[in-house]
């Protein structure tokens, strides 16, 4: 794990990067941050997370990390005594993750719980899209203050620029560089299952609704039909080896339920 800040003093701002390895986008966008020289009006930590599935090209070594925070320092796997330590460095700080995919549909936040909080980090992205996904746990954001970004297509181009606009939407809409912002209104959707299966090609929309008993995956000529309305979220055809992905529900507009 490589860590570094901007600015002097206490960091009370962690930015991630390669959580997956091969999810490189937020590392471009940092370093692209950090050669523009720009001032920060406060300290900023930046996180490269697994920094040696990095270095070898590889989503991870022994296990998930997203899927093993908060971790176990004396285990024998790589990922599960890097995620004690990544739990200590992000502990009293306010994360953004961030992440590409095999997926359609970027870019979109994600949250693991609708505090008041984590919404209103969602705005300061500047996206129109935030999922709720406390349903499945994990992540490096569910024991922190925090919200993650899709940015787009793994090693990407596309995604490390976008990974660079977002960062600095983020930054500049938490008053911590001089950027023009816009807190976004994002639509909030709700992870609430997942479409099992392997080798499926995915038919659908990421974020578009999927109709009771419309075709959305098909393998070896039999399709697969919705059994109820849902939309997709992370679906896509190599994406996951257990899974098509996942199913929602369209919740509305954050700002019905941020507190007043």
Known sequence: MHVETL???????????????DETCGWHAFNRLKASGI???????????NERAFKLGFRFCDADLNRVMPGDESSEKHEERLAARLQRELRGTTVLDFHSTESRG??????TGEDDASLRLARSTGLDRVVDMSLYGGGVTQDVTGVAVECGYYDDEDAATMAHRILLHFLGAEDIIDHDHARSTPTLYEVFGEAEGRGYTF?????????????FATKNGVDRRADHDF?????STHGYTDRIGFKARRVGPVETLLST
């Open 203 to 215: 038919l659908a929309e990421n974020f578009q609704q999927v109709e009771a008993g419309e075709v």
């Open 39 to 49: 001032a920060v009006r406060e300290p900023v930590k930046f996180v490269l997370a």
């Open 7 to 21: 600015g002097d003093g206490k960091p009370a701002y962690t930015i991630v990067a390669c959580v997956h390895g």
């Open 231 to 235: 939309y997709p979220v992370l679906m």
């Open 106 to 111: 970027c870019p979109y936040a994600i949250v």
